[in-house]
Antibody
Framework: QVQLQQSGPGLVRPSQTLSLTCAISGDSVSSNSVSWNWIRQSPSRGLEWLGR?????????DYAGSVKSRMTIIPDTSMNQFSLQLNSVTPEDTAVYYC???????????WGQGTTVIVSS | EIVMTQSPATLSVSPGERATLSCRASQSISSNLAWYQQKPGQAPSLLIY???TRATGIPARFSGSGSGTEFTLTISSLQSEDFAVYYC??????????FGQGTKLEIK
């Protein structure tokens, strides 16, 4: 059974960097049949896919247009986890952030527990 | 970007009755549609993928249908644990796969 365990701070100051980590058990971050994703949920934007990382002989990354210039996803094979870094946050980045696995050709089948992140001074 | 529209926003149904939730895509997405259930304080949980295939462990009272732009999630006999918010999501020509705004299923 795949499990995703999220960690990271719940409060970030405006203009700072939001950093979250998703630890994987029951699968590998370098599996060649899945991608590892970040999704957020807020009352104003609903559920919003943010980005993914996946391994197909080398690492690939994709980001949503709304965060592309500010977001980085970093896989860590030694710890079997992946991390989200979102720079220059504003109060509009306040949301519940989820990590999730997506099987190729299917959809998000396993999710982390969610982390509520508030951007406030 | 494909827009997913769910209706109704809120559905009031009595336990034991049938619930029918709708999802419409702004353009054809073939059968690349999923349904999720979300309870308060929890992450969304996958119910249906491929428009009609139940995910592992999902009871048979949940069924999905449709293709192209019109999709339906039916819960045949509502149990107390089924009252939640339901989201549809497309994964056609992904990323990005957009989500609908959700249907809240409440007890009548």
């Amino acid at each position: 059974q795949v499990q995703l365990q999220q960690s990271g701070p719940g409060l970030v100051r405006p203009s700072q960097t939001l950093s979250l980590t998703c630890a994987i058990s029951g699968d590998s971050v370098s599996s060649n049949s899945v991608s590892w994703n970040w999704i957020r949920q807020s009352p104003s934007r609903g559920l919003e896919w943010l980005g993914r990382t996946y391994y197909r002989s080398k690492w690939y990354h994709d980001y949503a247009g709304s965060v592309k210039s500010r977001m980085t996803i970093i896989p860590d094979t030694s710890m079997n986890q992946f991390s989200l870094q979102l720079n220059s946050v504003t109060p509009e980045d306040t949301a519940v952030y989820y990590c999730a696995r997506k099987v190729a050709g299917r959809t998000f089948d396993f999710w982390g527990q969610g982390t509520t992140v508030i951007v406030s001074s | 970007e494909i827009v997913m529209t769910q209706s109704p926003a809120t559905l009031s149904v009595s336990p034991g009755e049938r619930a029918t939730l709708s999802c419409r895509a702004s353009q054809s997405i073939s059968s690349n549609l999923a349904w999720y259930q979300q309870k308060p304080g929890q992450a969304p949980s996958l119910l249906i993928y491929g428009a009609s295939t139940r995910a592992t462990g999902i009871p048979a009272r949940f069924s999905g249908s449709g293709s192209g732009t019109e999709f339906t999630l039916t819960i045949s006999s509502l149990q107390s644990e089924d009252f939640a918010v339901y989201y549809c999501q497309h994964y056609d020509n992904w990323p990005p796969g957009t989500f609908g705004q959700g249907t809240k299923l409440e007890i009548k």
